[in-house]
């Protein structure tokens, strides 16, 4: 099962690297792994996208207590939480493709946030599924780059993670 | 008043009321030493080899309640402490290791003897800190010894880059300190608690499974008493052997894969377990889903919630320190209006000493050649089960832990969980120094003596009158016996061809040496090293080259696959 989980943890060099030595070291899988300061800067708060049965991501959770940078754990999908993703893709916009590509842009509610002769690169967000869709929806041939940052997650309501 | 950093670091130790520490210098490290050097309260013991400063340091605290303590250069330095530092993980041994580094403006560059220190011992470590300002110095040893010692123990690592060291800054150690992600359980819970003893008082064939966590946590008395009052069969892995006293009846010996019949028997059919800071490990249960084929309830004491449910599924959890949740089982059992039915768990002991009367640990002995079993055996008897017992690892390792009796925690030194061959002669060393005037034996193969065999130097420098029993059978005897086994019988690169005269290489490093081919020369042999209290005295048995370790649950297999040694 695909759970996404959250962490807080001391904003220290290498705190990041311990995480991803623990994933790597018990051989559990990483499909994303995002993390950026918080409003308190002593902490950064990740989103892991991890994949597992129940026991491996209990065990999971239980690894990542365990570090001694690592603030709190939470499985945002033991409940209900929200989940995005950001992604931009430069794709080429030549002739009658240019106009095709601004309305499936708008269809996926997409912004267009560079422009050029040749070129638009196109901004999006939204669950990971979406990004993909919009991808499967446009001509691949057109796809120059693209640029993703990965699920970040919150909880729904009263489901905080706060020190 | 200012002090450097090195002299901050040494003013820490003394804080810590640390006696000893175990190093080697270099050049990352010599303000350290300098700072060392101008004082008197902490004594240094210098190695011949990283490796056995922290194995040193290791056996140190194995056989106190104290965290040891080793001082190493950059580079090669924390590289040749790897070893030490992966081998005191895996037995969660509280240690605080201090290492040098490149100056900080030559962090990166590839300087001299530069490695990524905290980068390379990561895995291996509790927890480690690179120290980038002088005044971090105090708080960081602080923390390390806190982290070291607190929740389930182990080593920490404190990385001084050089001019760290030489900067200087006010010196003050913190009283306390407290890490606001870092909170470890002491007591388990109520509801979980009352659980466990009712699960307990219900049971018909109850067995307890205990491990390192008793030692760790200081626990063989509670133990000792919860496994009276319950009168239930008790097992220990290599890990918690002298946490109750192995010559107790209610003790089944040993388990696992070198364990007794009646150990393993018990544990695979047991209806309810008690497991005691003791963690579920492959050489213990052998195949988890042969283990899981019969249904049992299982209580676990552990004070690492990811010990929990890791390999074994488990029904109740009670995290805290075990020497906590022993005292509070105990309260409760006490003020429990059930007592614990002798009459209900009759048949289950009626069936557990058949399993005994097997006798599954026995050997036959020899007029002819020297029983390495019966080395063993007569080292028990001439230090009346009282030494200290550091072990390396094989064969000898296995012999040691099935023939010593060990009735108190803290005398049976090994490293169980990496397997580190060379730990016994430094850990040894550790174990004497921490003990100066007991007697201390170290258990080892003609393989294992060899990997760490330039400790003998340290050993004749500190005076240090260990008694080396080496098992010599001219193999790398468990190998071989795998290879026997498990490879139609092809010992590759199992002997050794070129072995050094023990007894002149002793002498060589200012020992005493003795070489016993018969078995009737052992006991006198043993005698006459243990009369000599001020030497080293290295003993070279020579000892039968096909004996192999029984019983034996082969790896892979389930508990009561047990092979003896009539079925070979």
């Known amino acids: ?163 | 008043m200012e002090l450097t950093g090195a002299e901050i670091a040494i003013r820490c130790l003394q804080e810590e009321g640390v006696e000893y520490v175990f190093g080697y210098p270099g050049g990352a490290v010599l303000f350290i030493y300098d700072a060392l050097f101008n004082q008197e309260k902490v004594k240094h013991i210098l190695v011949r080899h990283e490796q056995a400063a922290v194995h040193a340091a290791d056996g140190y605290a194995r056989s106190t309640d104290k965290v040891g303590v080793a001082l190493v250069t950059s580079g090669p330095g924390v590289t040749n402490a790897v070893t030490g530092i992966a081998t005191a993980y895996m037995d969660s041994i509280p240690m605080v290791v201090i290492s040098g580094q490149v100056p900080t403006s030559y962090i990166g560059e590839d300087a001299f003897q530069e490695v990524d220190t905290v980068g390379i011992t990561r895995p291996c470590v509790k927890h480690n800190f690179l120290v980038k300002d002088v005044n971090d110095i105090a708080i960081t040893i602080k923390k390390a010894f806190y982290l070291a010692k607190s929740g389930r123990p182990g080593p920490v690592l404190v990385d001084i880059p050089k001019d760290i060291s030489l900067a200087k800054a006010t010196f003050e150690y913190p009283k306390t300190v407290s890490i606001r992600s870092y909170n470890p359980a002491q007591k388990a819970e109520m509801g979980a608690l009352k659980h466990a003893v009712q699960l307990l008082l219900e049971a018909k064939r109850p067995m307890i499974y205990t491990g390192g966590g008793v030692i760790l946590s200081e626990a063989a008395k509670p133990l000792t008493e919860l496994v009276r009052l319950l009168g239930f069969p008790c097992t220990s892995t290599l890990m918690g052997l002298g946490g109750y006293p192995e010559t107790d009846k209610q003790f089944l010996g040993m388990l696992g894969m070198h364990g007794t019949l009646e150990a393993n028997m018990a544990m695979q059919n047991c209806d309810v377990l008690l497991a005691v800071g003791a963690r579920f490990d492959d050489r213990v249960i052998g195949n988890v889903k042969h283990f899981g084929s019969v249904p049992r309830k299982i209580i676990h004491i552990d004070i690492d919630p990811a010990s929990i449910s890791k390999r074994v599924q488990v029904d109740v959890p009670l995290v805290g320190d075990v020497a906590h949740v022993l005292q509070d089982l105990l309260a409760l059992l006490h003020s429990s209006r059930q007592k614990p039915d002798a009459a209900a768990m009759a048949p289950w002991w009626k069936q557990i000493e058949e399993w005994r009367g097997r006798n599954s640990s026995s050997f036959k002995n020899s007029i002819e050649v020297i029983k390495p079993q019966f080395v063993v055996q007569k080292l028990y008897e001439i230090t009346r089960g009282e030494a200290f017992v550091t072990s390396d690892v094989g064969q000898h390792q296995m012999w040691a832990a099935q023939y010593y009796k060990f009735d108190q925690p803290r005398r049976w030194i090994n490293s169980g969980g990496l397997g580190t061959m060379g730990f016994g002669l430094p850990a040894a060393m550790g174990v004497q120094l921490a003990h100066p005037g007991d007697t201390v034996a170290c258990i080892t193969g003609e393989g294992s003596i060899q990997m760490c065999i330039q400790e003998l130097s340290t050993c004749k420098q500190f005076r240090l009158p260990i008694k080396v029993i080496a098992l010599n059978n001219r193999y790398l005897g468990m190998v071989r016996q795998w290879q026997e086994f498990f490879h139609g019988n092809r010992y590759a690169e199992s002997y050794m061809d070129a072995l050094p005269d023990f007894v002149k290489l002793a002498e060589a490093y200012g020992h005493v040496g003795i070489r016993v081919d018969k078995p009737s020369e052992v006991e006198d042999a043993l005698k006459e090293a243990f009369a000599r209290k001020d030497d080293l005295v290295f003993m070279d048995f020579r000892t039968d080259p096909t004996e192999n370790v029984f019983p034996m649950v082969p790896g892979g297999k389930g508990l009561s696959d047990v092979l003896m040694a009539e079925d070979i």
């Open chain 1, 1 to 163: 099962m695909r759970h996404i989980i959250s962490l807080l943890m001391e904003n220290e060099a290498g705190a990041l690297s311990r995480v991803a030595g623990l994933f790597s070291a018990r051989g559990y899988n990483i499909e994303s792994l995002t993390v950026a300061p918080t409003e308190d800067e002593t902490l950064s708060r990740m989103t892991i996208v991890t994949r597992g049965s129940d026991e491996i991501i209990e065990q999971i959770t239980k690894q990542l207590n365990k570090l001694i940078e690592v603030v709190a754990v939470m499985d945002l999908t033991d409940g209900e939480h929200i989940e995005r993703e950001l992604m931009l893709v430069k794709v080429r916009a030549e002739g009658d493709a240019r106009e095709e590509m601004k309305r499936m842009a708008d269809i996926f509610r997409g912004r267009i946030i560079d422009v050029s002769d040749h070129t638009y690169t196109i901004e999006l967000t939204g669950a990971g599924s979406k990004l993909d869709s919009f991808l499967q929806a446009i001509d691949r041939t057109l796809i120059l780059e693209t640029v993703r940052t990965g699920a970040s997650g919150i909880g729904r309501g009263n489901r905080v993670l706060k020190l």
